[in-house]
Nanobody, 127 residues
């Protein structure tokens, strides 16, 4: 599975941004797709995931502000999106999409369980 994240940029507090993740590979449909972020000096943080079965889970820190969606209609490229609203300076980080062949809720929140990562896209929120 190959992943490519895009959509980051510089925004102001309160703005919205939508990140995209393109997943290619003939087995991509079987994978849970997940968003993580990593701020300078901090560990990688789970944000949201959508399993291959369509279930979506969010971290408490972003619940209500971030919305994840997934589009598997194109066999050649699966898409995952992260709509981020009411952005805050503390949301500044590199955002990564990742894929895992698991639907176990506890497992898919752990970054060290993932084999496939996109290159990351930088989101900077100015105050």
């Amino acid at each position: 599975v190959q992943l490519q994240a895009s959509g980051g940029g510089l925004v102001q507090t309160g703005d919205s941004l939508r990140l995209s993740c393109a997943a290619s590979g003939r087995t991509a449909r079987s994978y849970a797709m997940t968003w993580f972020r990593q701020a300078p000096g901090k560990e990688r943080e789970f944000l949201a995931t959508t399993t291959s079965g369509g279930s979506t889970y969010y971290a408490d820190s972003v619940k209500g502000r971030f919305t994840m969606s997934r589009d598997d209609r194109d066999d050649a490229k699966k898409m995952a999106y992260l709509q981020m609203n009411s952005l805050k300076p503390e949301d500044t980080a590199i955002y990564y999409c990742a894929a895992i062949l698991s639907s176990h809720v506890a497992t898919i929140q752990l970054s060290n369980k993932y084999d496939y990562w996109g290159q990351g896209t930088l989101v900077t929120v100015s105050s």
